[in-house]
Nanobody, 125 residues
Framework: QVQLVESGGGSVQAGESLRLSCAAS????????EAWFRQAPGKEREAVAA????????YYTDAVKGRFTISRDSAKNTLYLQMNRLKPEDTAMYYC??????????????????WGQGTQVTVSS
């Protein structure tokens, strides 16, 4: 069983940056798909960014392209999400996920086997 623990959330002003971390309890093979999702109050959960094949393939939702960067450190079993130029609409609970099973280039991965508990990101204007 894989346990994922997110950290790094907080309250910031628009334009500032945050880096989220997701520590895994076991080694996550680079062949696994990992991702960050977010869910704002009253909205559906959406995939924000995903990584596959050790970083050779990535996915970003249009709203964060050019501002967010997903990466992983295999030695530390940790997934990251660097979020720059944050906007109020980025406010949400952010979750990390691992092992999607199927990766399709250009498509948001779904059906992850393991999920973290989430970390809150609040961006004020």
């Amino acid at each position: 069983q894989v346990q994922l623990v997110e950290s790094g959330g907080g309250s910031v002003q628009a334009g500032e940056s945050l880096r989220l971390s997701c520590a895994a309890s076991v080694h996550i093979y680079s062949s696994y798909c990992e991702a960050w999702f977010r869910q704002a109050p009253g909205k559906e959960r959406e995939a924000v960014a995903a990584i596959y094949a050790g970083g050779a393939r990535t996915y970003y939702t249009d709203a964060v392209k050019g501002r967010f960067t997903i990466s992983r450190d295999s030695a530390k079993n940790t997934l990251y999400l660097q979020m720059n130029r944050l906007k109020p609409e980025d406010t949400a609970m952010y979750y990390c996920a691992a092992d999607c099973g199927t990766w399709i280039d250009g498509k948001a991965p779904i059906n992850f086997a393991f999920w973290g508990q989430g970390t809150q990101v609040t961006v004020s204007s």
